[in-house]
């Protein structure tokens, strides 16, 4: 049967990034939707050769107006800044649906999510055999970087893109390492930075032969598509954070020194190993009533950690029991002021949103909310609305930084991203007086779009 789902969408929003449409039947034709973005995520610029530092990264005037302008024509009932905007996911299908069935673009404010900031509540409507996102929304602007954010907070806004991708994930996510990313690298690289260093004895002038002898760490996704926005989010947000504790570039937020910056300032005679860090989820349980109606994720969301590494003679990791009480300090650091830093350095709260869609398609998925309630969404679960095929790197080059401390130290840092949403979807604790919230949330609820306000 010919698809109906042909060639729908022209151009309508700069900064072009595809965003194809298909039917389910194996001879649907891909049809192509203009969404919002210019290869920046979180303001590190990312793409098919190499993840770009953030900075110089700042968007060129012409490139923000005609971003902004095309932010306008979003729907201007989703300025009024709410602290409990609802998303009805049944209508949401339906909208997207219905751009398909009436060959008409996706609206900017359901790219966007109705402005949603954050997913803090998912809603059981079984009288309408709805499932309901709620959390705080308010209107879009873009900042410097190039990124939607909201008009008021500057918080990344959540992307459909993004919700698709955590959707179609969930049940992969539970299966071997999960949702993750990791840089690290090569054995071979290793093997050529030791014999590198039994010839010479490091100076800041060998620099660039220390990067070139270790040559390229390997960029590691599992758990999503390897070419998805998401895995553009986890790469940036993981390189950003190295950049940061290694000292290569400076964080916008005040007082937060690097690793090698903290040695310096201790005048540390002594600091062996490879600090390993990486980001992980961070929520409390999950709180739900006794009917399990309705939903909640408490916590900041995200967290850093550190291990201690060394690499053995064939070019091998091995954890060591001793930590590095600098790259801990660091890790705590960021994980304590996570709130603030993260205002100013928004790819972080990229990837909470992120760990939020995650925990929540991990909930919907673990509960057969789906099946149980007859709701087919297959828009948004289903391959009819296609991702486009964002570049993301396979690895990058070694970075290489160093302090004089009685001597030079030279400090690589490897790791990653970690999303166990399974684990946090699983944690759970009870709590009726969120029946209030739902039953606010649901009474706002007019039927008459799919997205409302509850305040």
Not at 103 to 108: A, E, L, Q, S
């Amino acid at each position: 049967m010919a698809s109906r789902y042909a060639n729908f969408l022209t151009s309508k929003l700069a900064a072009l990034a595809i965003f194809a449409v298909a039917a389910c039947s194996a001879s649907s034709v891909l049809a192509q939707q203009t969404v919002l973005g210019i290869g920046v995520v979180g303001g590190v610029a990312v793409d098919a050769e190499s993840v770009l530092s953030r900075s110089g990264q700042r968007i060129d005037p012409a490139t923000a107006d005609k971003i902004s302008n095309s932010l306008r024509a979003a729907d201007t009932n989703i300025d009024r800044v709410s602290k409990l905007r609802m998303v009805s996911l049944k209508s949401l299908d339906r909208e997207i649906k219905k751009c398909i069935s009436d060959n008409k673009p996706i609206p900017v404010e359901v790219q966007f999510m109705a402005g949603l900031q954050r997913v803090e509540f998912l809603i059981v409507d079984a009288e309408n055999k709805d499932l309901i996102l709620a959390g705080p929304g308010e209107g879009l602007k873009t900042d410097t970087f190039g990124n939607v954010v909201g008009a008021k907070s500057g918080t990344p806004a959540i992307h459909l893109e993004d919700f698709l991708t955590a959707m179609r994930s969930a049940d992969e996510a539970r299966t071997g390492q999960g949702i993750s990313v990791s840089m690290d690298p090569t054995a071979e690289g290793v093997k050529s930075l030791q014999a590198f260093y039994n010839k010479f004895q490091f100076t800041p002038e060998l620099v660039k032969q220390v990067e070139k002898a270790m040559g390229e760490h390997t960029i590691t996704l599992t758990g999503v598509p390897k070419d998805s926005r998401y895995s553009q989010v986890l790469v940036a947000a993981d390189h950003r954070m190295k950049r940061l504790a290694m000292g290569l570039e400076q964080s916008n937020a005040q007082n937060l020194p690097s690793i090698l910056e903290m040695a310096q300032k201790k005048k540390a005679s002594r600091m062996s190993g490879a600090p390993r860090m990486w980001m992980e989820c961070n929520y409390q349980s999950v709180a739900t009533d006794e009917s399990e109606t309705i939903y909640e994720l408490r916590g900041q969301g995200v967290k850093t950690l550190t291990e201690n590494a060394f690499f053995d003679q064939d070019g091998k990791s091995k954890v060591q029991k001793k930590q590095n009480k600098f790259a801990e300090q660091w890790a705590d650091n960021l994980t304590e002021r996570f709130e603030e830093v993260s205002q100013v350095e928004p790819v972080f709260r990229d990837l909470r949103n992120l760990m939020d869609l995650s925990v929540i398609s991990a909930i919907i998925s673990k509960n057969q909310m789906l099946d149980k309630m007859g709701l087919q969404i297959d828009a948004i679960t289903g391959d009819a609305v296609r991702m486009p095929s964002r570049p993301v790197p396979s690895s990058v080059p070694t970075a290489c930084s160093f302090v004089n401390i009685k001597g030079n130290y030279v400090v690589t840092a490897s790791g990653g991203v970690q999303i166990n949403s399974w684990a946090v979807a699983a944690n759970t604790r009870v709590d009726n007086d969120l029946v209030k919230t739902s039953a606010v949330a649901l009474a706002a609820n007019d039927g008459s779009n799919w997205w409302w306000n509850a305040n």
